[in-house]
């Protein structure tokens, strides 16, 4: 009878995980917090989202800190921010979440889609240059799936060309790029702070920047009662009393109270975060068809561990093992092997090819444009062929070395017993 447990053979993983995969981690702290805050009856104000942005501005390393409703919000603020307007060009990441790319259309800019590099899976350095024309005003980098994008040469495209660039922390808080802390090393980033990520308050988001001018433009975008007292400059102080891009961003003070304590503890978590993510990618980064999606640069690291997918070479795995069939296998071992890449291929949306938002007579993504942007399937090559190669990891909450050795033997069981794993038609269809 075949080892392999798809096949009626004993689980690699016999442990039980306990609250190895339980988040947010919430205590009384967070209770004491969100209770405080209801007897306050202060929910609507301000003040504990302008302390949690300071905080989360001081802790990043940038001067100013900007908290808002979402983190779709923040990116919103972020292209406002550094003056994206009608018809001007932004290149984009067509890999990511939508929030990253779709506020582009409320500003009636246009969203210019690069490939991504295959290893990282952010945005590809090399494929931004050529994609710059005199409309180009910034440069959108999605740090995904708490992966740093190689920032050193998007700096100095963007310096050369005179650019903005934009950082999306959604997914990746604390991460670590050659020493330097995502968020902390464009012009401007963005990230939310839901539920699910790293840093968690329930709803939310926060913008961060070292510049001024950027800072108070997001203020008089949506946060219409700080202009009087954090505007500084008289272009904009003078704009009080209502906001300019008639929204209602600020955070609300269940989710800024709730923010400040998970911010408080986040530190203290973070090292355990990035503990388990490298143990799991050193156990696993010799399997025949497992590629490792973890920083190759010194000094760097995923932070908070948001999101953790793999890489599968479909070439590498022993009989050219298909992923479907493979993913199926692990996860009859006892341990996630999902494939749920979790994002459209942007570039080809509906959104970004015909449809009309607005009521223009043509599509939106085009509407405001000197060209035609849109793009076909094989233009990105990496984007569209990332939904065949990647998969979801687990996502350890804690450094359990046994828990996550079992789950990492799981992996290396299926790929040392590729020839036992029942492999159906449609799992060629997929790769």
């Known amino acids: 009878m075949s080892s392999l447990a798809i096949n009626g053979g004993p689980k690699a993983v016999t442990k039980d995980p306990g609250d190895i995969f339980v988040f947010p981690r919430i205590d009384e702290r967070d209770e004491k917090a969100l209770l405080d805050m209801l007897h306050s009856r202060q929910m609507s104000s301000a003040e504990a989202g302008r302390e949690f942005g300071d905080k989360y501005a001081q802790w990043q390393g940038t001067k100013y800190g900007l908290a808002t409703n979402t983190g779709t919000a923040a990116i919103t603020s972020c292209f406002y921010g550094v003056g994206i307007g009608c018809g001007d060009e932004v290149i984009v990441p067509s890999f990511t979440y939508w929030a990253s790319v779709v506020p582009l259309l409320i500003l009636r800019a246009v969203p210019v889609f690069a490939d991504i590099d295959p290893m990282t899976l952010t945005i590809d350095p090399n494929d931004i240059e050529h994609r710059i024309t005199p409309r180009t005003k910034a440069i959108m980098v999605v740090h995904l799936y708490s992966h740093p994008a190689d920032m050193d040469p998007i700096m100095e495209i963007a310096e050369r060309h005179g650019l903005y660039v934009i950082e999306d922390v959604s997914q990746a808080h604390g991460a ?17 702070v839901m539920t699910g990520k790293a840093l968690p308050a329930g709803e939310g988001g926060v913008l961060c920047t070292n510049d001024q001018e950027i800072f108070e433009r997001a ?70 068809g497992i590629i490792p999606h973890y920083p190759r640069w010194e000094n760097s690291d995923r932070g908070g561990g948001y999101a953790p997918h793999g890489i599968y070479d479909v070439q590498a795995a022993p009989n050219n093992l298909p992923l479907k069939a493979f993913a199926r296998a692990v996860e009859a071992e006892g341990v996630q092997c999902a494939l749920n890449a979790y994002y459209p291929t942007l570039h080809m949306h509906p959104a970004f090819q015909d449809v009309s938002i607005y009521g223009e007579d043509k599509p939106t993504c085009i509407a405001y444009a000197e060209r035609d942007v849109r793009l076909k399937p094989e233009d990105l090559p ?3 062929a990332a939904h065949t190669r990647v998969y979801s990891v687990p996502r350890f909450c804690y450094c359990d070395e046994e828990y996550i050795t079992q789950c990492a033997n799981a992996y290396r069981k299926v790929m040392e017993h590729a020839d036992e794993v029942p492999v159906l038609p449609e799992d060629y269809e997929f790769d």
């Open 176 to 192: 670590l790029y050659k020493g330097r802390m995502v968020g902390s090393i464009g012009h401007v980033s963005g990230a939310s």
């Open 382 to 384: 990496h984007t569209v």
């Open 219 to 288: 203020i008089v975008f949506g946060h219409y009662v700080r202009i009087p007292t954090d505007c500084k400059m008289e272009k904009y102080k003078r704009l009080a009393g209502l906001s300019l891009g008639g929204v209602k961003y600020r955070m609300n003070g269940f989710s800024a109270a709730m923010a400040l304590v998970q911010l408080e503890k986040f530190p203290k978590l973070l090292p355990e975060y990035v503990a388990a993510s490298k143990l799991w990618w050193d156990l696993v980064k010799d399997i025949p």
